[in-house]
């Protein structure tokens, strides 16, 4: 692979002299009247890459199979490199993108008493929930509530379970929301209950979930998904005008611990 041997010296002709210019002082460029080939070509680019941006590499007139080969690989690995790492970031942005987060898994219905087997009772005036103490024919008034259990690709809680609660035969579920800068208990209206089937992680519908962590045998905490280390929460039993809303574990005067009674 020679220069010499493939081109016809000729000199002092204006492509020379353009090429010239662009060349180290002492080195020439000599273009031959044969057609050109990919081998020139080649020779040619490698010889131009080489003396523009190469490291390391001794000046000559030659270049050997070697070289052209070593060169060609090096370009390609590199170019290989790029696009398989490109390729992974994508699909990691992807798979991210169609991750469902949580998922309905099932249903049942339910009542909540607190440490004081105080009933979760629901004021229609002012669409709160409150716990009171019920006796006799008050039952009734006892909140019957649908119990949805959620699921997700990878769990990221061990002795938890997403849930959202909804009240029986109603369009009203149960969301933490922060307001004024603290989580607080509200009831909302879900008109398409097909919403609540699967909620993406990231997306504002969290505020419905909860996670459901047992503590003894049928008594459980209900942390917000929304607002974590926040939990439903009740008064002592001589307060019965506050109502059952969000508070962190540690609060005075308010029970986080609640029997969760299943009725199918």
Not at 6 to 32: H, R
Not at 76 to 101: C, F, M, N, Q, W
Request: net charge negative; with cysteine.
């Amino acid at each position: 692979m020679e220069f010499e041997s493939n081109c016809s010296l000729m000199k002092n002709t204006s492509a020379s002299v353009a090429w010239s210019s662009k060349l180290p002082q002492g080195l020439d460029v000599e273009i031959s009247h044969h057609p050109i080939t990919l081998h020139c070509v080649a020779n040619l680019l490698i010889a131009m890459e080489r003396l523009n941006g190469g490291k390391g590499f001794t000046l000559g007139t030659e270049f050997r199979d070697e070289d052209l080969l070593n060169f060609l690989l090096e370009s390609a690995v590199d170019e290989h490199i790029v696009l398989e790492l490109g390729s992974a970031h994508t699909e990691h942005i992807e798979a991210r993108s169609r991750a469902p987060g949580f998922s309905s898994k099932g249903e049942y219905e339910c009542s909540v008493t607190d440490s004081e087997n105080k009933c979760w009772v629901l004021n229609e005036g002012s669409m709160e929930l409150h716990a009171m103490m019920l006796q006799g024919g008050s039952s009734y008034h006892k909140v019957h509530l649908n119990l949805s259990t959620y699921v997700t690709p990878v769990p990221s809680e061990t002795e938890a379970r997403p849930v959202a609660l909804g009240i029986k035969g109603s369009n009203l579920y149960l969301s933490c929301i922060t307001s004024g800068g603290t989580p607080t208990l509200h009831l909302e209206e879900v008109a398409d209950k097909e919403q609540l089937k699967s909620i993406n992680h990231e997306s504002d519908m969290v505020r419905f979930l909860f996670y459901k962590r047992d503590t003894g045998v049928d008594v459980s905490t209900l942390e917000s998904a929304h607002s974590r280390n926040w939990f439903i929460s009740t008064a002592l039993q001589q307060d019965n005008t506050k109502m059952v809303n969000m508070c962190q574990r540690a609060t005075p005067n308010r029970f986080t611990t609640f029997t969760i009674q299943r009725h199918n």
